[in-house]
């Protein structure tokens, strides 16, 4: 009995994540080195990175002439910065182990940064093991070396930031990320409903202009050339994808999936999500009605009232808020690549948590996710599990975080018989 009482202890006691988290990452480094040395690198956007950056290197300015091997120039203008980097650390870009070993610096720096971010969201040690084990996204940053590892990292810093409550570095570092893919936009609506709560309406407004004049700070080389060239790239809403590489979506049908219906049909669901988890659970710390934040987001409430809430936006909420926005984005997308399952992979285990699932169904259902996203080419099958996992997931949030929106509401502590968090 004293055992099982032990080994349950080292599972649920929050203080086992001191010593877990530096073993664990011990652990990875050796899993990475491994990998860098034993299975073959897997070319598929590098060699096209390192064309694209030859051409900025040669003066080229103007986006949309921009190509490579792949295609044109799609992202937005840190992603040339930090690939034109590498483009001189690695030779041109032919010094590939010295590529997979900065991606694998890389990797366990943001490893470090998650298990912080889990840490200060005081998050059970048994899921961290969870955070170490992924196949599939060891082969995103060790053996594809996407640009998709960049944004990740700077997103879970800019969590951090907030966290700590260091408003503008988190805003500055998620403009970073955003300068890299447009796809952390996924995240915006987690930033504004954050930030109206802990600093009001004015100072959220100036940190939204802080993100947007990082944006064009990085812009400002290709602006000159041809602004709305590179704003059409760089932040193209429009893009037709193809069904072949599809990884969520491969059960609905090539027609279906290609129909504007069904494009407009995510639109909303995402549209009505956002709103759902907005109104319900994202304003808990104002403890006030939607319609009271929204007045709160014109007229800022009096500084005695704006303290008490931001001194409820803890790093719990931001974690949540921001994970939870981007698992919405992610069931709601249109098309998801492989290479997205590195804004998954490391947010999944915390929010099967959050959703107050039995730490067995939470393992079922990570292994069901790391499954899927390791079938390739996708089938009907695995796509479905793609959906239905990030479906259970934001479904298990909003319910498990039901009683948490509740207790913020009436101010009330909840009993720890009343704590849905299975630990």
Not at 121 to 133: D, E, M, N, R
Not at 142 to 169: E, K, P
Request: proline share 5%; glycine share 6%; with cysteine.
């Amino acid at each position: 009995m004293n055992l099982v009482q032990e080994g349950m202890g080292l599972a649920t006691d929050r203080k086992h994540t001191r010593w877990l988290a530096p073993a664990l990452l011990a652990v990875d480094a050796v899993l990475c080195a491994l990998i860098i040395w034993k299975i073959p690198y897997t070319e598929i956007d590098w060699k096209a990175y390192m064309e694209q950056v030859e051409q900025y290197h040669q003066g080229e300015r103007d986006y949309t002439t921009i190509k490579g091997g792949t295609g044109p120039l799609v992202y937005p203008a840190a992603h040339v910065y930090i690939y034109s980097a590498l483009y001189h650390i690695t030779d041109r870009g032919h010094n590939i182990l010295l590529a997979q070993t900065i991606f694998a610096v890389l990797y366990l720096a943001i490893l470090v940064v998650v298990m912080a971010c889990y840490r200060l969201a005081k998050a059970p040690p048994y899921i961290f093991p969870l955070l170490i084990l992924s196949k599939r996204l060891h082969s995103i940053f060790l053996l594809r070396l996407f640009n998709d590892c960049f944004t990740v990292g700077a997103l879970f810093v800019a969590i951090y930031a907030y966290q700590q409550r260091m408003w503008t570095a988190g805003s500055v570092f998620y403009a970073l990320g955003l300068g890299v893919k447009m796809s952390l936009l996924l995240v915006l609506p987690a930033i504004g409903i954050v930030l109206l709560q802990a600093v009001s309406a004015g100072r959220a407004v100036r940190q939204a202009m802080l993100i947007g004049q990082v944006q064009l700070l990085l812009a400002s080389p290709f602006l000159p050339k041809n602004a709305i060239g590179y704003l059409s790239r760089a932040f193209d809403f429009s893009r037709q994808f193809l069904f072949k590489w599809t990884v969520n979506w491969k059960f609905i049908g090539e027609e279906a999936f290609l129909s504007r219906p069904f494009s407009i049909s995510l639109l909303l669901a995402h549209l009505v999500i956002l709103l759902l988890f907005t109104s319900t659970r994202w304003i808990k710390p104002s403890r006030r009605s939607f319609p009271d934040v929204i007045r709160m987001a014109i007229h800022s409430p009096t500084p005695e009232a704006q303290t008490l809430i931001s001194s409820r936006v803890k790093a719990d909420f931001v974690l949540t808020t921001f994970l939870t926005a981007n698992a919405i984005g992610m069931l709601c997308a249109r098309s998801l690549h492989y290479q997205f399952y590195s804004w998954i992979a490391w947010a999944t285990p915390f929010l099967l948590w959050r959703a107050g699932y039995h730490p067995v169904v939470q393992y079922t259902l990570w292994a069901a996710q790391e499954w899927a996203w390791n079938v390739y080419p996708s089938t009907p099958a695995s796509s479905g599990v793609v959906v239905g996992v990030l479906l259970l997931t934001v479904v298990g949030v909003f319910w498990g975080t039901g009683k948490d929106a509740t207790n913020e509401a009436t101010g009330r502590t909840p009993t720890s018989a009343e704590h849905r968090h299975v630990e």
